[in-house]
């Protein structure tokens, strides 16, 4: 039972980690920090994470990569529409020391 | 051998997924926009992986997940190392519009 709960926590946490990242981007409107390639890399990773638990028929894995990929894809819509435009004024990404 | 590929390529994109970032964050020393919460809930999860892993004496969940973490520790050093000083002179992390 224990090891039930620590299992569904681990689970939990880690499938919804990117709500608090898509929470501080919609409110400061500012995504440059990010790094689109491990937004790429991530959804690449557990799309095949996906691939893999159908073929496992493993609803586990199918579901909580399910939620992560759906959470990744509203970062990367969000992380090219505030990038477009928030670095008009703001300096170039790598500042000159 | 096609799904063991297919498997194989999923733990080690999501594993390593956080490597991108750490290059980012270290080349730009700008890490404002990342969501701390994001970084202490990945790491509480991918931690509680580990202790699950070892209940399950499963090397695989022990080990991608160690590996996760290690690269979640350095983020997050990162982000109070360069988080302390970045904002002297570039404004608020949440501007007015």
């Known amino acids: 039972m224990i090891w039930t709960i620590i299992g569904v926590s681990a689970a939990t946490l880690t499938m919804l980690s990117f709500i608090p990242q898509i929470m501080r981007s919609y409110k400061s409107k500012h995504v440059k920090d990010l790094s689109p390639v491990m937004l790429f890399q991530l959804s690449l990773g557990v799309s095949l994470w996906i691939v893999y638990g159908l073929h496992r028929r493993d609803p586990i894995i199918i579901g909580a ?25 703001d300096g170039p990404i790598f500042p000159k020391k």
Do not use: I, Q
């Open 65 to 89: 990569n399910s939620v992560t990929l759906l959470t990744l894809l509203v970062l990367m819509t969000m992380y090219f529409k505030y990038g477009r435009t928030e670095n008009k004024g």
